[in-house]
């Protein structure tokens, strides 16, 4: 489902191909990145290590994790939650999508 977010020209404004994706668990909480919370991303093909990256895996499941490159030519996506495991894959079995840029989050005012 497309929904339309409002983003601040601030977060965008140095970036030429900007999007804006829903996060969806828990698997980034010690980076202050929450379920239900929206990261922008730079749409961009390469990542240095320690960027937080959207990266698409090779049975089409989409991931926002941090990127290491390690030093056996394998990936490893951690994430920032200590009861998850990292994914370590093969290099040339993930697409990165973007590295996130800002986190935009919507406060419940119940």
């Known amino acids: 489902m497309l929904s339309t977010v409002t983003v601040s020209p601030d977060l965008v404004s140095k970036f030429k191909r900007c999007y804006v994706l829903q996060v ?3 698997s980034m909480i010690k980076e202050g990145i929450f379920d ?3 990261v922008v991303i730079q749409q961009q093909e390469t990542a240095n290590n320690g960027d937080i990256v959207v990266a698409l895996l090779d049975n089409g499941f989409a991931t926002l994790k941090s990127f290491y490159k390690e ?3 394998k990936i490893r996506l951690q994430p920032a939650n200590d009861s998850m495991d990292p994914i370590i ?3 040339n079995s993930i697409k990165i999508q973007g ?3 800002g986190v ?3 406060f419940n005012n119940q």
């Open 89 to 91: 894959v093969e290099s």
């Open 71 to 73: 030093k056996n030519g």
């Open 36 to 38: 239900g919370d929206y």
């Open 24 to 26: 969806k668990g828990d």
């Open 104 to 106: 935009i989050r919507k």
């Open 99 to 101: 590295k996130v840029t």
